[in-house]
């Protein structure tokens, strides 16, 4: 991946939606190249897809929730069961194993309280936990989809 590629990166992180034209013109390439480029980047899982970003709260999801799950299994058939319960929940944002002293961490979006209990109740009863903790966000500050890109 060169400069360009990045730079082809940079401009779709911002806007999708701009036409293959603008987006050439914005990293000094005509359209056939630049869109050769943007298939090669889809083809080979650089970009993953394209979607349009919702505001949470627009849609009645104002809660955010970060929880952090400890686990006294360990093993590959537990892990198996819990994730795919988790990835199936709608919602949970993201799902990551931890290292430390925390196993897994979740960030989940829901419309109120009563709707987070009703998610906890659904987690805790899938397979056996040690321990979740959730805190509640009080205000986002910061919140972007788009990676630093590193330079070639």
């Known amino acids: 991946m060169d ?9 779709l ?16 390439l005509s359209s056939t ?3 050769k480029r943007i ?3 889809e083809a080979d899982g650089v970009i ?6 919702i505001d949470q709260d627009a849609i009645g999801l104002g809660i955010s929730v970060f929880v952090s799950i400890e686990t006294g299994d360990h093993s590959q058939e537990w892990l198996d069961k819990f994730a795919k319960t988790v990835t199936a929940m709608p919602e949970v944002m993201e799902f990551y194993r931890m290292a430390g002293d925390v196993d897994y ?5 829901v419309p109120d309280i009563a709707g987070y209990d009703s998610f906890y109740k ?8 040690k ?12 919140s972007t989809t788009a990676l630093p890109i590193p330079p070639a």
């Open 48 to 53: 993953q897809k394209r979607v349009a970003l």
């Open 105 to 109: 961490m979740l960030r989940v979006v």
């Open 33 to 35: 190249p630049c869109w």
């Open 13 to 28: 992180q911002d806007n999708t939606a701009l036409s293959v034209a603008e987006i050439g013109s914005r990293v000094g």
């Open 131 to 142: 321990n979740v903790t959730s805190r509640f966000a009080m205000e986002k500050i910061k």
């Open 122 to 129: 659904r987690l805790i009863s899938t397979v056996p936990l």
């Open 39 to 41: 298939q090669r980047l």
């Open 3 to 11: 400069a360009i590629d990045r730079k082809i990166l940079a401009v």
